[in-house]
């Protein structure tokens, strides 16, 4: 058997496949495998061109595959999915990843640490808990209005509805339904205060790098969008120009585009779908702040005079991720639109 150059890898819980072919191009080994013998059977063979889907597990197994010295590549499914020729089963994905991975307009996904990994799981983790939150909240107005009783939007109206149901002498609420109610109230208190640690741990974390503490000034970024940058985005040189990371956020229009006429749509939903969010809050935010004092930004001012505010917010939000990755790749601080006027003005 000829030596094998390139693996396709298709994992999953419990049973993998492999599909190799050699310098040639021609499949040499087809074989599956139990997750117990995985790094048994690699670690016999030659240093080879391992491909893998960037999906559950995928870094943790590219992890130990790199300390047997073969080289690895993570590719998203949806860029694997066009090689896979007819039907749907292991071993045509396992040969659909093994032709992906030697194509050189292929993208590929850098292999996380354990470190960035644990960091996004504190993101993860609280975007859980605020769900809960939301869900709990949701529940006790829900409840506490089929008995009459009502309280406005926002968190002042909620600690209303939490006071009237702590209340045993208040006699709107029947004692059968209070009860179901002080459930509720205490496991939405319980789900605030994780909240708030988790939140510490993540504010804790963007101080602590100094990437971190240079993106906290960008106008729009704060603690938790920092530290997410920080994790998802440890290698910034992946991106030729920051309208690449922009893009890869999601941050840019659908195209149908055909016969040389362009259309566009809204932006796309494809893409780091948490990093975009937090990126049109914090653009939203800034938008605020520019209306109450329009001196500081006249340009945003204007585009939002001309524009519907969220559209404006997502060109903010564009313009934000860009501003990151220059940071992220010069190792400069940032620098206010002013300061690089006098900056300007002072060199000619």
Known sequence: MNQVTTIG??????IFQLHGVDAAGRS????RLSRSRVLEFFGKLPRCLIGLEACASSHYWARELIKLGHEVRLMPAQYVKPYVKRGKNDAADAEAICEAVARPTMRFVDVKTTEQQS????????????????????ALRSHLAEFGIVSPIGREGLDRLLKIVADTDDGRVPAEAR???????????GVKARILENDRRIIANARATEVGRRLLEVPGIGPVLASAFVASVANP????????????????????SSGGKERLGGITKAGNGYLRQMLVVGAMAVIRYAQRDSTRRPWLVQLVSRRPT?????????????????LMTSGERYRTPQAIQAAVSAMA
């Open 9 to 14: 890898l298709d994992i999953a819980k419990s």
């Open 28 to 31: 040499v080994l087809r074989r």
């Open 119 to 138: 960091i996004m799981m504190l993101h993860r983790v609280r975007r859980i808990l605020t769900r809960q939150r939301t869900q709990l909240s949701n």
């Open 179 to 189: 009860a179901s109610l002080d459930m509720l109230a205490a496991q939405l208190e």
């Open 237 to 256: 040189a992946i991106f030729k120009s920051g309208r690449d990371l922009a893009a890869w956020i999601g941050l840019v229009p659908r195209q149908n």
């Open 310 to 326: 969220k559209v404006a917010a997502i060109a903010l939000a564009n313009k934000t991720a860009r501003t990151v990755w220059a």
